[in-house]
């Protein structure tokens, strides 16, 4: 439905006023007051009519039709705003049902002539309209309160999080991939991004909430990327102008901490279709406007680009209830950022959608039913007496990837505490959404694992204290017991630079995090931990290495044996047959400096989800296996 249509609705709810006239005629009818305190040149008036009754004046219905349908052009040339509710159009309506008391009022009045003396008369000069205001408040009103009295399970996201929400499993997938991290921070990614710009910096919006409304991770071919729609300032865009180009920021862990290494790429086309600057032919609400209002509201707008690079603009768009005042996905309009011809609406649950898209159900809109459900499932009086089992996000809804599925990963706080209730994971395409309680671990949050890892570096222990954290992000993780894992893994930053990698246990978050200058290295560490873990099956069968290659450092020794590279610490050979992790390390090394001497060296390990746990040298005496 065009918006054109609400605005003719607006036009009634201020002209249309039905008044009993015996001498009413079809068409128009011209009265004479005889209402002495009027001027001559007002006592004449000109009513459009039907027989028997008055419809409205013809003044003033002209008089609206020129000031709504200027506004309606007005919008549809520049802002195209439009109302996709019915409750939008009865929240709007309130102030035009207002204006058509006053019309009604002082119509009556020169017809008849006189004040109203009794109640039946005042309801005959006012008509229905207070009544209908008074009903529409109430509507609005109640409209509001009915969400947080539960039982949404309509909506699916509420509906799937309600079946999980004793779920105490480890999630589906899992950390399974180094580069699947995301490391580059927001505030990061913007630095990136206004320097991308340029020369064309002076034309460009770069404020930072400005750049985040249209910057949107995403997964292309395989890749984590944040992408860029750059925007012109204000009234910078004239016509048709065209922005020269998008940008992405590949987020890359392995090389993030290389010296010259620039995750920047810019796009050698530019886009002329936009989303909140003026150009009469390329605004994406213009397709809104013409075509779903009353219908469908925006919920959220994202640029996105396929595999091959080239860009779009995603409107996500949603029903909005009319007696709870929520809002439920039901379409994605995939609009072409070249050509706002090319456009195609797909139901959210429409197999065609193309592969490419990753984000079917877009942030704003998963965080909203994440906090309805946590705060408000169990119904406002539950709520206004005790607060056992609910929550509410402690952060925005983050994209992650595990096992190259994309995830918007939202922690949940347990309400007026710092405990982590648990955390819900909502597949960003199929839109299924799984809680993982862990209400009965007591797990810390991001805020305590935070504090945890700047304690530990103001103690000096690793002789860093001025490292900062900028984001953080809770993960499963597989252990090299078998178990799965929640920890925190926070990307270190000296400047703009990398450092480190700090992990903190969810759960055991008061041992010492686990520090790493690689991304790779500190995962290994983390996972060869115990961390109270009881590792169920696992034998210690001795095996023999030659070694072909190997060094040691202080923290560490590398070492290649049946054409495989193991590194190994002394906290991985705490644990193991032998259990004399000291004496196994200075064996180890004993052994690599032979090699370095001689180049031939043979040694016996034990060894689990490739992870050396034990050490035995024969060059030296100090730890022995049993045969």
Same mark, same amino acid.
């Given at each position: 439905?065009?918006?054109?249509?609400? =605005?003719?609705?607006?036009?009634?709810?201020?002209?249309?006023?039905?008044?009993?006239?015996?001498?009413?005629?079809?068409?128009?009818?011209?009265?004479?007051?005889?209402?002495?305190?009027?001027?001559?040149?007002?006592?004449?008036?000109?009513?459009?009519?039907?027989?028997?009754?008055?419809?409205?004046?013809?003044?003033?219905?002209?008089? =609206?039709?020129?000031?709504?349908?200027?506004?309606?052009?007005?919008?549809?040339?520049?802002?195209?705003? =439009?109302?996709?509710?019915?409750?939008?159009?009865?929240?709007?309506?309130?102030?035009?049902?207002?204006?058509?008391?006053?019309?009604?009022?002082?119509?009556?009045?020169?017809?008849?002539?006189?004040?109203?003396?009794?109640?039946?008369?005042?309801?005959?000069?006012?008509?229905?309209?207070? &009544?209908?205001?008074?009903?529409?408040?109430?509507?609005?009103?109640?409209?509001?309160?009915?969400?947080?009295?539960?039982?949404?399970?309509?909506?699916?996201?509420?509906?799937?999080?309600?079946?999980?929400?004793?779920?105490?499993?480890?999630?589906?997938?899992?950390?399974?991939?180094?580069? /699947?991290?995301?490391?580059?921070?927001?505030?990061?990614?913007?630095?990136?991004?206004?320097?991308?710009?340029?020369?064309?910096?002076?034309?460009?919006?770069?404020? /930072?909430?400005?750049?985040?409304?249209?910057?949107?991770?995403?997964?292309?071919?395989?890749? &984590?990327?944040?992408?860029?729609? +750059?925007?012109?300032?204000?009234?910078? =865009?004239?016509?048709?102008?065209?922005?020269?180009?998008?940008?992405?920021?590949?987020?890359?862990?392995?090389?993030?901490?290389?010296?010259?290494?620039?995750?920047?790429?810019?796009?050698?086309?530019?886009?002329?279709?936009?989303?909140?600057?003026?150009?009469?032919?390329?605004?994406?609400?213009?397709?809104?406007?013409?075509?779903?209002?009353?219908?469908?509201?925006?919920?959220?707008?994202?640029?996105?680009?396929?595999?091959?690079?080239?860009?779009?603009?995603?409107?996500?768009?949603?029903?909005?209830?009319?007696?709870?005042?929520?809002?439920?996905?039901?379409?994605?309009?995939?609009?072409?950022? %070249?050509?706002?011809?090319?456009?195609?609406?797909?139901?959210?649950?429409?197999?065609?959608?193309?592969?490419?898209?990753?984000?079917?159900?877009?942030?704003?809109?998963?965080?909203?039913?994440?906090?309805?459900?946590?705060?408000?499932? /169990?119904?406002?009086?539950?709520?206004?007496?005790?607060?056992?089992?609910?929550?509410?996000?402690?952060?925005?809804?983050?994209?992650?990837?595990?096992?190259?599925?994309?995830?918007?990963?939202? +922690?949940?706080?347990?309400?007026?505490?710092?405990?982590?209730?648990?955390?819900?994971?909502?597949?960003? %395409?199929?839109? /299924?959404?799984?809680?993982?309680?862990?209400?009965?671990?007591?797990?810390?949050?991001?805020?305590?694992?935070?504090?945890?890892?700047?304690?530990?570096?103001?103690?000096?222990?690793?002789?860093?204290?001025?490292?900062?954290?900028?984001?953080?992000?809770?993960?499963?993780?597989?252990?090299?017991?078998?178990?799965?894992?929640?920890?925190?893994?926070? +990307?270190?930053?000296?400047?703009?630079?990398?450092?480190?990698?700090?992990?903190?246990?969810?759960?055991?978050?008061?041992?010492?995090?686990?520090?790493?200058?690689?991304?790779?290295?500190?995962?290994?560490?983390?996972?060869? %931990?115990?961390?109270?873990?009881?590792?169920?099956?696992?034998?210690?069968?001795?095996?023999?290495?030659?070694?072909?290659?190997?060094?040691?450092?202080?923290?560490?020794?590398?070492?290649?044996?049946?054409?495989?590279?193991?590194?190994?610490?002394?906290?991985?050979?705490?644990?193991?047959?032998?259990?004399?992790?000291?004496?196994?390390?200075?064996?180890?090394?004993?052994?690599?400096?032979?090699?370095?001497?001689?180049?031939?060296?043979?040694? &016996?390990?034990?060894?689990?989800?490739?992870?050396?746990?034990?050490?035995?040298?024969?060059?030296?005496?100090?730890?022995?296996?049993?045969?």
């Amino acid at each position: 439905m065009s918006q054109y249509i609400v =605005w003719f609705l607006l036009w009634f709810c201020v002209c249309l006023m039905p008044v009993g006239y015996k001498q009413a005629k079809f068409g128009v009818t011209k009265i004479r007051s005889d209402f002495s305190g009027l001027p001559e040149f007002f006592q004449n008036a000109r009513f459009v009519s039907v027989n028997g009754f008055i419809l409205f004046p013809l003044g003033s219905g002209i008089f =609206w039709t020129i000031v709504l349908g200027g506004w309606a052009i007005f919008q549809d040339f520049t802002f195209a705003r =439009w109302n996709g509710s019915i409750l939008g159009l009865l929240s709007l309506s309130i102030i035009f049902l207002l204006l058509g008391i006053v019309n009604r009022f002082i119509s009556v009045f020169y017809i008849r002539g006189r004040e109203p003396i009794d109640v039946k008369e005042q309801i005959q000069y006012s008509g229905i309209r207070p &009544f209908i205001v008074i009903g529409t408040v109430i509507l609005l009103m109640a409209t509001n309160i009915t969400p947080l009295m539960g039982d949404l399970d309509f909506n699916p996201m509420f509906n799937d999080l309600n079946e999980s929400v004793d779920n105490t499993d480890a999630p589906t997938n899992y950390l399974t991939n180094p580069n /699947e991290v995301r490391v580059i921070s927001w505030y990061l990614a913007t630095q990136y991004l206004e320097r991308s710009y340029g020369d064309s910096a002076s034309s460009l919006n770069a404020e /930072e909430w400005q750049m985040m409304d249209y910057t949107a991770p995403s997964l292309v071919n395989g890749e &984590f990327v944040w992408i860029n729609a +750059p925007i012109f300032e204000a009234w910078k =865009w004239t016509g048709g102008k065209e922005v020269p180009f998008y940008v992405t920021v590949v987020n890359d862990p392995a090389n993030m901490s290389n010296e010259g290494f620039d995750p920047i790429h810019s796009s050698e086309e530019g886009f002329s279709v936009h989303v909140s600057q003026i150009s009469w032919a390329n605004r994406i609400d213009q397709i809104l406007f013409d075509e779903y209002a009353l219908d469908l509201v925006k919920v959220q707008v994202r640029f996105d680009i396929d595999d091959e690079q080239n860009p779009y603009w995603i409107v996500y768009l949603g029903e909005r209830g009319i007696t709870k005042d929520v809002v439920t996905m039901e379409k994605i309009l995939i609009i072409n950022a %070249r050509d706002i011809n090319d456009h195609t609406a797909y139901d959210v649950d429409d197999p065609n959608i193309p592969a490419w898209l990753e984000v079917v159900y877009p942030d704003y809109y998963v965080e909203d039913w994440a906090s309805l459900w946590g705060e408000w499932r /169990e119904g406002i009086l539950y709520h206004s007496f005790t607060k056992t089992h609910l929550s509410t996000p402690s952060d925005s809804a983050r994209f992650i990837v595990l096992s190259g599925q994309t995830y918007w990963y939202i +922690p949940m706080t347990q309400l007026s505490s710092d405990v982590l209730a648990g955390y819900i994971l909502v597949d960003t %395409r199929s839109g /299924e959404a799984v809680y993982h309680n862990r209400e009965t671990k007591s797990l810390a949050n991001l805020y305590t694992a935070e504090e945890q890892v700047y304690a530990y570096l103001s103690s000096g222990a690793e002789g860093f204290s001025q490292l900062r954290i900028d984001e953080g992000y809770l993960y499963p993780i597989m252990t090299d017991s078998g178990n799965v894992r929640d920890a925190y893994i926070f +990307p270190l930053y000296s400047g703009f630079s990398i450092q480190k990698f700090a992990i903190v246990d969810a759960e055991e978050y008061t041992q010492t995090p686990v520090l790493e200058t690689n991304l790779e290295s500190a995962l290994m560490k983390y996972n060869s %931990r115990s961390w109270g873990d009881v590792e169920e099956n696992i034998t210690y069968d001795w095996i023999e290495w030659q070694l072909e290659n190997g060094y040691c450092e202080e923290e560490e020794c590398v070492v290649t044996a049946n054409s495989t590279t193991y590194v190994i610490t002394e906290e991985d050979l705490a644990d193991g047959a032998i259990n004399s992790g000291a004496n196994e390390w200075r064996e180890l090394k004993l052994a690599v400096s032979e090699f370095e001497r001689t180049g031939n060296v043979t040694i &016996f390990v034990t060894a689990n989800s490739e992870r050396v746990n034990d050490v035995d040298y024969e060059g030296s005496d100090l730890v022995e296996r049993e045969l």
